[in-house]
């Protein structure tokens, strides 16, 4: 590959850096995460439990981990609000044509969008495993913030683990952490 394939992307990479997940902003939490702390907390954990669930393709799950966020770069991290005015089929389309504009000149563009896609549709048990835990590492950060005196994060909490049902190791681990929110609220 040339180096002038990847040159463009790089800034958009190196800029969710410093791009702030916005709900916790919304919030009142100070000294947030950015978008490459939380995509790089999801990529690990897919890792590490992905390992523990029979038949995922651990290639497959990393890839879609590592771009499920990246198209943030260009839209900035659009919080729940913003996705209840636009309506999410709107975000998923911009979110989608923001990939495509980052990484549609690279030689397996496609298969990153396929991987996008799937994903997005949750069409793949590796795509709803990087949903899953998307959902988790939010509760973990949730977590993380209330042990430190942040309150207000209810809704960063979902009523029930529904969404974790098909994943043992992940519904444990969203078990854990609600039992460890409880002592602390």
């Known amino acids: 590959m040339e180096p002038s394939a990847l040159s463009g992307l790089i800034p958009h990479l190196l800029s ?6 916005t709900g916790w902003l919304q919030r009142g939490v100070r000294d947030v995460e950015s978008i490459a702390d939380h995509s790089f907390s999801v990529a690990v954990l897919c890792l ?7 038949g995922i393709d651990r290639g497959r799950l990393l890839a879609i ?3 499920h966020d990246l198209a943030e770069s ?10 209840r005015l636009l309506g999410s089929e709107t975000k998923r389309k911009a979110e989608r044509d923001g990939l495509k ?6 030689a397996h563009a496609d298969e990153y969008l396929a991987l996008w896609d799937e994903y997005a549709n949750g069409t793949s048990p590796e795509a709803r495993l990087v949903k899953a835990i998307d959902r988790l590492e939010l509760m973990a950060q949730a977590l993380a913030y209330e042990r430190t005196g942040v309150r207000g ?16 190791p992940v519904a444990a681990l969203a078990s854990y952490l609600r039992a460890e929110r409880n002592r602390l609220v």
């Open 16 to 21: 969710l850096k410093l791009l702030p997940r």
């Open 48 to 54: 590490l439990i992905g390992d523990q669930i029979e």
């Open 65 to 67: 981990a590592l771009l």
């Open 74 to 83: 260009l839209l900035g991290d659009l919080p729940a609000s913003a996705t």
């Open 101 to 106: 504009s980052l990484i549609g000149h690279l």
């Open 153 to 168: 994060l209810d809704s960063f909490w979902p009523d029930h683990d529904d969404w974790a049902a098909e994943f043992p």
